[in-house]
């Protein structure tokens, strides 16, 4: 089936009683006989292609040659090409065969003919014959008697139009090529237009073009093809939920052993917090308490102190006057719940720093050594 079927205008009449018959999937071109045109052709040499219909425009008001006019332009190598036609002959037309003219595509009998890649052609039209000039595979220019012009008459036009070629007189025959087709044209004979009319309307359009048939045989196809779509991105997205479930399977097999570890390990550490609490008897407030009076007496003061698992390491300052260190050692070792105090070195002549272990009760109540540095956890503070 053809995109479109071209139907003759003048014809109107018997082609909306075929129109069913011939049906295209889009609505028909309306083909305007040659005869009812007027032609003009402009130079647009160096106009860019999507600045041509603007260009056209700016020249249609002087080109017209009705009141109103109907036209078509398009653009072919430097040339744009018009062709003017009267709309109320258009109207009468329509109004008589019950169409509406507003909705018509119109399109100029010239364009409905063969292309050619170079030289002449008589076509034979609805009304008349018309004379094509092409060259390389652009139209030159055309022009349309009422019959076969003869030798006078070709010769008289052919200058004119071969002008428009820089000169090339000698590529257009001499005398009238051969007449092609037979008998009258109809619009069976007619072919699809080979350009677009650059004042046609928008994309949009085409929208409005489509046969209810044709509107109903694409919104089944677009349904269709996006249930096809979307059915496929279902497809595809449940194999992949399945191969996501599978894999958190096999993952969760995996980390199953390792959860089973940490559980152990957890036990381990509450196991070993709960002994490193019981290695932290010692009772700071006590001893701070028992060297608190020892201190005061030989006018030093607790600094700083750091405990260990059961070494206490701490820090004197003298509170006036200096400290008699001999007295103060002595004092110190005085106290019941410290042994083995040792002097530690440090780089502040006024400081004392002393280092003692803590001695502890056992079970019976007697008094037994201190647990290894790091048998426990380590508790580290500073006082004044």
């Known amino acids: ?12 009449g018997s082609a909306a009683r075929k129109r069913r018959t011939r049906a295209g999937w889009l609505q028909p071109d309306w083909v305007l006989p040659r ?8 130079q647009a040499k160096g106009v860019p292609r999507h600045k041509t219909a603007a260009f056209a425009q700016l020249h249609l008001a002087r080109l017209a040659p009705f009141a109103d006019s109907g036209v078509f332009a398009c653009r072919a190598g430097d040339w744009v090409h018009f062709w003017f036609w009267e709309n109320q002959r258009v109207r009468d037309l ?80 001499e005398a009238p090529p051969p007449l092609s087709g037979l008998g009258v044209l109809t619009s069976a004979d007619l072919r699809q237009p080979w350009a677009n009319n650059l004042f046609g309307q928008k994309w949009t359009a085409g929208l409005r073009e489509l046969r209810s048939s044709t509107f109903f045989i694409i919104a089944g196809g677009l349904v269709a093809g996006l249930a096809a779509y979307w ?108 042994r083995e105090l040792r002097l530690l070195p440090d780089s502040d002549a006024r400081l004392v720093r002393l280092s003692a272990k803590v001695r502890r009760p056992d079970a019976a109540g007697t008094e037994t050594e201190p647990a290894a540095a790091g048998a426990g956890g380590t508790l580290a503070a500073r006082g004044q």
């Open 231 to 338: 059915g496929a991105q279902w497809l595809a997205l449940h194999g992949e939920q399945a191969e996501v479930d599978q894999q958190i399977a096999a993952l969760s097999a995996q980390v199953e052993p390792i959860n089973a570890a940490r559980g152990k390990t957890l036990q381990l550490l509450q196991w070993t917090g709960r002994i490193a609490r019981l290695n932290q008897q010692d009772d700071l407030d006590g001893i701070f308490k028992a060297l608190r009076p020892v201190l005061a007496k030989e006018n030093a003061v607790l600094r700083e102190f750091e405990y260990n698992d059961g070494e206490l390491r701490f820090v004197l300052v003298p509170s006036g006057g200096d400290i008699d260190l001999a007295a103060l050692i002595r004092r110190v070792e005085g106290v019941p719940v410290l």
């Open 35 to 42: 005869a009812w045109c007027v032609t003009a052709s402009l």
């Open 94 to 173: 329509c109004a008589r065969h019950g169409l509406t003219f507003g909705d018509l595509r119109l399109i100029p009998e010239s364009l409905c003919f063969p292309r050619l890649r170079q030289g002449a052609t008589l076509q034979r039209a609805a009304e008349g014959v018309e004379a094509q000039l092409w060259q390389d595979n652009q139209l030159v220019d055309s022009a349309w008697w009422p019959q076969v012009p003869d030798a006078a008459t070709w010769d008289a036009w052919r200058p004119t139009a071969a002008a428009s070629v820089a000169g090339r007189a000698a590529a257009w025959p």
């Open 1 to 12: 089936m053809r995109l479109r079927s071209q139907n003759y205008l003048s014809d109107a």
